[in-house]
């Protein structure tokens, strides 16, 4: 199974060195789009501004895959 990693890109970055296997991009994507949810909740009160947010999807080399801003959700 692959194996993915999603990097959080702000002005401070945060590189998720675990990452998680999935089936494919789909699930990689579908992951992503739930952690935005999750950090949008838990920071709903201190950030006004979510444009420059996004998750890096990587793969297990290293390469972006798929760059998902927080502006999607």
């Known amino acids: 199974m692959p194996h993915?990693?999603?990097n959080?890109?702000?002005h401070v970055d945060a590189i998720d060195y675990d990452g998680r296997e999935l089936p494919n991009i789909e699930a990689a994507t579908a992951e992503a789009l739930k952690d935005i949810v999750d950090i949008k909740r838990a920071r709903f009160?201190?950030?006004d501004n979510w444009l420059p947010w996004?998750?890096?999807i990587c793969d297990d080399q290293g390469l972006v895959v798929k760059v998902m801003p927080f502006s999607v959700n």
């Open 4 to 6: 993915y990693f999603f």
């Open 45 to 47: 009160e201190t950030i």
């Open 8 to 10: 959080v890109r702000d």
């Open 54 to 56: 996004s998750i890096e």
